[in-house]
């Protein structure tokens, strides 16, 4: 008996989560289009650009973003209707305990939060690249950049500094370079300009000089010919977007971090959050799944949309505190992990409690 339970309630759930998520998902692309219809008018892009490259992007993005949301509203819609119409009263009556109940809603959800892990840190970034480039060609057409006064440490030993740079160009005008040893400074080369070769993935320069210390020698090399020198540095680090982290898949934001981390740049952390982030958002689909049952279970007499007001209003006060959290992080006052982790803390606590309160 209990095994076709199971299966009745994993069937209801899955059918429901999957209509919620389709319901939500059309919606979300109805009230996108009517913000960016304009943009798709005016610009030259394609029917296929549009509905390959942006909303496939948009679909997968917006899902791994709700989808802890579309896991609540689906399980007290359809726990709610069940406890109207006695079926959990029944199930409870007939000697099935509530933690027993409890079994296939939590291996319902577990399933969607291996769904949710794979989204969060493999599939969502790798389609919102095509989604971001869309919007960043078509619809927001200032990307924002690193073009003056550039602080960057290229290697252990190794600092850059650039005054100016032209992204239209690639091109550079006053850079320096120096050259650590053991905390002294060994050489220090100067260049009025220079510009990026893309053939050799180098950099061009012109009218420079070089400057090595051997002790108290100094040695001063005054170029003017070109000369080509390879540094770790390209174009690309000039280019900063906020949601760049967006399309990067979990090991391209390790890689990222490493990288930033030995320039000394504080972008480090903002990959750090996004990475505990998708982690984080994958288990609140287990404690949102345990509210959701303690809620919808016991018949009420608002009914239907009483559970749902409960359920929207604890989706609204999640969003909320994820959004804290993410400041909380952002600024440096708990880590990383505190900081993307201190909702689900707080509402392990809520589940335990509503549980703890439910219809035995």
Same mark, same amino acid.
């Given at each position: ?32 289009? /009517? ?27 917006? !899902? ?46 577990? !399933? ?23 919007? =960043? ?11 003056? &006064? ?8 190794? =600092?850059?500094?650039? =005054?100016?740079? &032209? ?19 060994? /050489? ?155 909702? &689900? ?16």
């Amino acid at each position: 008996m209990l095994k076709t339970i199971d299966r009745y309630l994993i069937r209801k759930y899955t059918a429901t989560f999957f209509f919620s998520l389709l319901i939500f998902t059309l919606i979300s692309m109805a009230i996108d289009f /009517s913000e960016k219809v304009k943009s798709f008018i005016e610009k030259p892009c394609t029917l296929r650009e549009i509905l390959i490259d942006y909303y496939l992007g948009f679909v997968f993005y917006m !899902g791994g973003l709700l989808l802890p949301l579309y896991v609540l509203i689906a399980v007290i819609f359809f726990t709610s209707r069940m406890a109207f119409n006695a079926e959990i009263l029944s199930l409870l009556n007939a000697g099935v305990s509530f933690r027993r109940l409890l079994r296939p809603y939590l291996l319902t959800a577990a !399933g969607i939060m291996v769904l949710h892990l794979a989204l969060n840190h493999f599939l969502v970034p790798l389609t919102s690249k095509s989604r971001l480039h869309f919007e =960043r060609t078509y619809v927001w057409t200032d990307p924002k950049g690193r073009n003056s &006064n550039v602080h960057l440490l290229v290697a252990p030993d190794t =600092r850059i500094f650039v =005054r100016d740079y &032209n992204p239209n160009t690639k091109s550079i005008i006053g850079l320096r370079v120096d050259h650590f040893r053991d905390n002294r400074l060994i /050489s220090l080369l100067d260049a009025q300009h220079a510009s990026w070769v893309e053939e050799k993935q180098c950099w061009r320069l012109s009218s420079y000089t070089i400057r090595t210390f051997d002790g108290l020698r100094e040695t001063l090399i005054d170029g003017q010919a070109l000369l080509d020198t390879a540094l770790n540095l390209t174009p690309q680090d000039f280019v900063w977007f906020h949601n760049l982290n967006e399309e990067m898949t979990t090991p391209e934001l390790l890689a990222a971090m490493e990288r930033d981390r030995s320039r000394g740049l504080i972008t480090s952390r903002q990959f750090e959050i996004e990475l505990h982030r998708r982690t984080a958002d994958a288990f609140t689909t287990l404690i949102l799944t345990l509210i959701g049952v303690a809620v919808a279970a016991r018949k009420v007499r608002g009914g239907m949309g009483l559970h749902l007001a409960i359920g929207i209003g604890l989706g609204a006060v999640y969003i909320l505190l994820s959004k804290f959290a993410i400041s909380f992080a952002a600024s440096g006052s708990v880590s990383a992990f505190v900081g993307m982790w201190i909702p &689900n803390f707080l509402f392990c606590a809520v589940a335990a409690w509503l549980v703890h309160k439910a219809q035995k």
